[in-house]
């Protein structure tokens, strides 16, 4: 998703990074009393948090300003706290995945690993190394993306929405999460809905619904505005995760930074595979995917057989359907216009990345 398209200027952005970098100086100058091994941790940590598009704070700036909020350094502390809760998602979600390298290059896990490995660990050692600092890693994340909450200066009666809201998000992730996890191990492809179930709380409801409601609550808006917020967020939240699964097997690796094989490899649970199912396709889809060596070429014949069954074209549809409904919700009379101007270029985006 493009980095202009919510009407967040660079300018509000940067204080979205010197909040993070704040925090991350403070952390690691306290790491300092307890060795280097620790402020290494809290570099690698660091590192991992830059360079993202910064959405989710864009989502919350993009809220709290189209309804009149004023107070920008409020704003990009909840925002913050917004990126610290995805970075500790992402480094707990490639430990469950046993994934060492994320767009690339080695994350958390994999530079731990690596790093023991050149002094000369086994792999099995060097592997549970790199686990380890991760699982350490995103724990810290995860605990201080609440503290940021705590340092925005808000009210303490905003603080506790806005906490609540926070743990909505963690809560619902973590349901998400764990129904992925029971994904992997069934005999049976789930269903499609099962699939938008999991996949709206494991990454819309902390990526899309918490930050629009949490941007409302700090600009003091209604409840009405807020709960609608929510439904926006739900309906878009769900058809960017189906464009992202179609892009994670259809994309271009150079525009996307992913693979677009690793999926198939893993034999990913997404709309595409459990549309498939039902198709005449699916024998020879089912006898390819979840192959770790799967070739370039099994992985073709795999997307040419998605596309014929009608997969691509069904999940294509499901996306414009979602964000449709999400842009219905825009129109409600107690939306203001500000808002909607928002927000209308993100369910258009999402549409975008449809091909």
Partial sequence: MGDGLLGVSEERQVQVDAVLARFFT?????????????????????????GGKRFRPKMVLCAYQALGGTDLEAAAYVGAAFELLHTALIVHDDVIDHDFVRRGVPNISGSYRDAATAAGSTERVAEHSGISAAV????????NSYRLIDRSGVTDVTRTRLLEVMDDALFASAAGELIDVDFQIAAEVPRVDDILTMERLKTAVYSFECPLQAGAILAGASEQVVTTLGDFGREIGIAYQLVDDLLGVFGLEAETGKTTIGDLREGKRTVLIAYATSTREWAEVDGLIGNPDLTEDEAARVRELLVSSGAKAFAEGLARYYANRALARLAEPHIPAALRAELHPVADAVLGRVK
């Avoid at 403070?26 to 809290?42: C, D, E, T």
Wanted: without cysteine; glycine residues 6%; negative net charge.
């Fill in 26 to 50: 403070l952390s690691k100058n306290r790491a300092a009393a307890f060795g280097p091994q620790y402020v290494q941790l809290w570099e690698t940590l660091e590192q991992n948090t830059i």
């Fill in 136 to 143: 350490i890693a995103g724990d810290l994340a995860l605990f």
